[in-house]
T-cell receptor, first 112, second 113 residues
Framework: DGGITQSPKYLFRKEGQNVTLSCEQNLNHDAMYWYRQDPGQGLRLIYYSQIVNDFQKGDIAEGYSVSREKKESFPLTVTSAQKNPTAFYLC???????????FGNGTRLTVT | GENVEQHPSTLSVQEGDSAVIKCTYSDSASNYFPWYKQELGKRPQLIIDIRSNVGEKKDQRIAVTLNKTAKHFSLHITETQPEDSAVYFCAAALNSGYSTLTFGKGTMLLVSP
């Protein structure tokens, strides 16, 4: 939907386990982003990538890691160091220059 | 960094009324201001955006106004309908180079029939 695919839609993990969320886009966009959404908190930026093999920390990067080995893919790993990992995670991409980011459908992660 | 404040957090209107959501931003260098609509459990979708070289933009029942001096921008929805019920987010960004959006915390709009 919209050229950005996030999988899975729902993910359940036990505390202490690392988990990787997938994000793939076929829009040929250079820039990709990961946001976290909590109730009443809006969207907060975790990591972003402007180009293959390069990425930068956002506002809440602690406990997360990413890679950008291909233009189409920007997976997010939620590590055991993330204190409150349960949230709705949104991946987005844009053609560049902050231009009209398009969002994927999100992954709802629950850690118990 | 940029800080975006959004008000109100919830807004209830009757069908046919107008709704106004307001945002302020802190970085005077920001020059791109999109608005997103998010229905329950779904992804945010861009509904309208404005750049700092214009003061107002309209798209059917939706309009956005920007006051650069005061550093605030607003979303106006006229003739509201129940399907307008959703959470609306404003955002701000520098539109130079590769920039990232800073979002407001959202406004839940409820339109009653």
């Amino acid at each position: 939907d919209g050229g950005i695919t996030q999988s899975p839609k729902y993910l359940f993990r036990k505390e202490g386990q690392n988990v990787t969320l997938s994000c793939e886009q076929n829009l040929n966009h250079d820039a990709m982003y990961w946001y976290r959404q909590d109730p009443g908190q809006g969207l907060r930026l975790i990591y972003y990538s402007q180009i293959v093999n390069d990425f930068q920390k956002g506002d809440i990067a602690e406990g997360y890691s990413v890679s950008r080995e291909k233009k189409e893919s920007f997976p997010l790993t939620v590590t055991s160091a993330q204190k409150n990992p349960t949230a709705f995670y949104l991946c987005a991409s844009s053609i560049g220059q902050g231009e009209k980011p398009h969002f994927g459908n999100g992954t709802r992660l629950t850690v118990t | 960094g940029e800080n975006v404040e959004q008000h109100p957090s919830t807004l209830s209107v009757q069908e046919g009324d107008s709704a106004v959501i307001k945002c302020t931003y802190s970085d005077s260098a920001s020059n791109y201001f999109p608005w997103y609509k998010q229905e329950l459990g779904k992804r945010p979708q861009l509904i309208i955006d404005i750049r700092s070289n214009v003061g107002e933009k309209k798209d059917q029942r939706i309009a956005v106004t920007l006051n650069k001096t005061a550093k605030h921008f607003s979303l106006h929805i006229t003739e509201t309908q129940p399907e307008d019920s959703a959470v609306y987010f404003c955002a701000a960004a520098l539109n130079s180079g590769y920039s990232t959006l800073t979002f407001g915390k959202g406004t839940m709009l409820l339109v009653s029939p």
